[in-house]
């Protein structure tokens, strides 16, 4: 699959973009803080609906859109896969706090959930160093967005899921304000278990899958005979072999367990909503004992793991967007990954220095330039059209 076209209007400091891309290989160049990465923002946003890097979709929003015409931020796309060709848009309008989103497929306003793995991507940046040593936050949304993506009932589980985790963290804390009964918590009881061992048994077997495929990878890129080994860690007993509705049951009688502990926190201590990954090699946690350089080389490993497992489950090859990388791997590690690249793959790749491009040229359709939110063509065979920002 690959992003054909991507218009942006008030996207980050773009304020109007039409770029026309193919498959294979696009390289942006560019400074710091020009407008790459907000680029690459875009392009996964189509995928996910949602920002990589922003915890709240006004953020998206150009900070001058107030003063336009316009007032909103609008990301559309044009993604072929093998067997369809869909148009994705999204209409991103601030609000007093936030911003409100309305979506179109094919140009039929759908629910935003609905858009969620129409197109499929994999992201690389420095920042996925927080996979290793960040908080589990990071790791379950590496999760779930890896899972999201090649699964449509996961998608909507995990949002019937926080609902009802919320509704029933504001039932506890009124129970233990003496504002409500403890005989309400069976409905929510049921709820929850029922979207947490869908998830539960989904994420067992998603990194079950991805650590079979980090124990290949990374003594290759590590170059070295040391394995990786990942494992989910969850507070729920569940057996491999469990089925959804076998792992609901498991989490229901948990819930039960601790239910006068659950009142005294006033917060819902089991599910999915704890779990975490562990990273071993050598038998120690990477994100406690590893380096820099073997947290960035574990952070890789399970980005290409998640690049392969997309591709297994969606029968297509998914779009890489790799966000200034290369410069930080040292020539071995930077030519592993330019290997795995087939040549048909559409990949968005940016750089500051031009130097990190040595080897690319036989793949390369398409080299840029951004400065000030403006893409300017380099000497490329594919064609891009850009309107300039009202300024």
Known sequence: ??????????????????????????????????????????????????????????????????????GFARVKGMVERVDATTKLEFIINPTATSASKRTRVNDVPRRTIDAVGLANVVSFSPQDLELVEGAPAYRRKFLDVMIAQVDSQYVRLLSHYGKVLTQRNSLLKRIRNGEARV????????????????????????????????????????????ELQITLISNLEIDPADSAEQAAESMAARLKEVRSRERELGATIIGPHRDDLSMLTDRREVGTYGSRGQKR???????????????????????????????????????????????????????????????????????????????????????????????
Not at 15 to 33: H, Q, W
């Open 1 to 70: 699959m690959y992003c054909r076209h991507l218009s942006l209007l008030n996207f980050r400091n773009y304020v109007r973009l039409e770029l026309d891309l193919a498959p294979g290989l696009t390289v942006i160049l560019g400074e710091n803080g020009e407008g790459k990465s907000n680029l690459l923002e875009a392009i996964g946003f189509l995928a996910t609906t949602k920002s990589m890097r922003a915890t709240n979709d006004r953020e998206v929003i150009n900070w001058r859109a107030s003063e336009d015409q316009f």
């Open 183 to 226: 005989d309400q918590l069976h409905f929510w009881d049921i709820e929850l278990a029922t979207a947490g061992g869908f998830l539960a048994t989904e994420r067992r077997k998603t990194v079950a899958r991805i650590g079979e495929i980090s124990r290949g990878l990374y003594p290759e890129l590590s170059g070295t005979a040391t």
């Open 297 to 391: 080389l574990v952070a890789l490993t399970l980005k290409l793991a998640e690049s392969a497992l997309i591709q297994d489950r969606a029968g297509e090859l998914p779009i890489l967007l790799l966000d200034d990388v290369l410069s930080e791997l040292d020539g071995p590690r930077r030519r592993f990954v330019l290997d795995r690249i087939e040549h048909s793959q559409q990949v968005i790749l940016t750089s500051v220095d031009i130097g990190d491009l040595v080897g690319l040229d036989s793949n390369l359709e398409s080299r840029l330039r951004v400065k000030d939110g403006i893409l300017t063509s380099e000497g490329n065979s594919h064609r891009s059209r850009v309107d300039l920002p009202l300024n």
